[in-house]
């Protein structure tokens, strides 16, 4: 219960917590080891429920937490001095601009994240740097050191009358880890939770999440200094997502993301790509939350334009910008919006509480959690709201 930051920092403390117990136990079961080796031979029954006891504190202590978890451990090739250089491409699909004169040069240890509407060309710009596609004009220069790890969505179609274990094989037969040490492939799937009767399984029995698992595993196989991942962390499980954001952060190759998840953005990426329509890619020197930041600052950001929002929105609350004037109205409206967003702050903090503590039903639980959604979408709104205001009433001083 509780978002995603939530369960990662609830999941530490129970690690903790049980690591700690299981110390402590052990602490006891040294001195209760003691007692059983001086322990007389009587049959008393405190003696024999100690006993009872002891076997009971062995079996926990010598337990261990076991969880499945990815493990991804690949020494990428070494990139040279040019990794890639594009000069002045230009892309249309009839009256649709894509690419407009656009010109780059990708540096080592680069951590780029793509945001934009559906359409404006993120997916066709991946295609043309990797030769899937041609640009109308232009040309891509590609080091020769340069190893691309490309998962996209159209990746995920596997032979459905291969098993596992052949589909791997298919691309190699031993894998080198980031120790230098090479594995056999049936040992690198069971990094990634394939162990060996799952690996001789055929694709056509995979669920959705196993499928993007096993993708992820044949793109680390050729260990590529320079990944692509668009929209990865759909249908990825959590842990799963958690193990790939760590490696991600440690990754010393080259990176570009698509993605609309802000948090796993956030965590990856060093700076963005807006893909803004008609050819216009503007290059933000951030995360997304400092771009968010950004373009709530100046006043930008409304929900039909923002990249990580699908809906389309109309804002009927936005100021003519020609107006200069603060008005009475204004100042009445500002006035309000201040206590409304407080009054909206404390609520949100009362529904979280409510959310984190636990303990609700099923039925209280969907009801709250719907509010939540209400009253963050509100905040946004007045938000924004403020924003403009704000900005209104210092060009009016």
Known sequence: ?????????????????????????????????????????????????????????????????????????????????????????????????????????????????????????????LNIITGLEKADSGKTETGETVVFGYYRQEGLQFDENKKV????????????????KSISVSRFLSYFLFPPDLQNNYVSKLSGGERRRLYLTTI???NPNFLILDEPTNDLDILTLNVLEEFLQNYNGCLIVVSHDRYFLDKVANHLFVFEGNGIIRDFPGDYSDYRAYEQKRGLRKKKNDPLTREKYEDDRQINKNRKKFTFKHKHEYENIIKEIDTLESEKAILERKL??????????????????????MLEEKENRWLELSELMEEDN
């Open 220 to 222: 680390f196989m050729n």
């Open 356 to 377: 984190n503590g636990g303990g609700m039903k099923q039925d209280e639980l969907n009801t709250t959690s719907s509010r939540l959604g209400e009253i963050i979408e």
């Open 1 to 125: 219960q509780g978002n995603y930051s939530y369960f990662i920092e609830k999941r530490e403390e129970r690690i903790n917590n049980t690591n700690a117990n299981l110390e402590r136990a052990r602490s006891i079961l040294k001195k209760e080891l003691e007692w059983m080796r001086r322990m007389p031979s009587a049959r008393g029954t405190k003696a024999k429920s100690r006993v009872d006891s002891f076997y009971e504190l062995q079996e926990f202590a010598s337990g261990k937490i076991k969880e499945n978890k990815v493990e991804i451990d690949i020494k990428p090739v070494r990139l040279g001095k040019k990794i890639i250089e594009v000069h002045y491409l230009n892309k249309r699909f009839d009256d649709l601009v894509i690419l407009k004169d656009l010109t780059y040069n990708f540096t080592r240890g680069e951590k780029l994240g793509i945001i934009g509407n559906n359409g404006t060309g993120k997916t066709t710009f």
């Open 165 to 180: 274990i052949d589909i791997v094989r298919d691309i190699a037969d031993v894998v080198t880890l980031s120790d230098g």
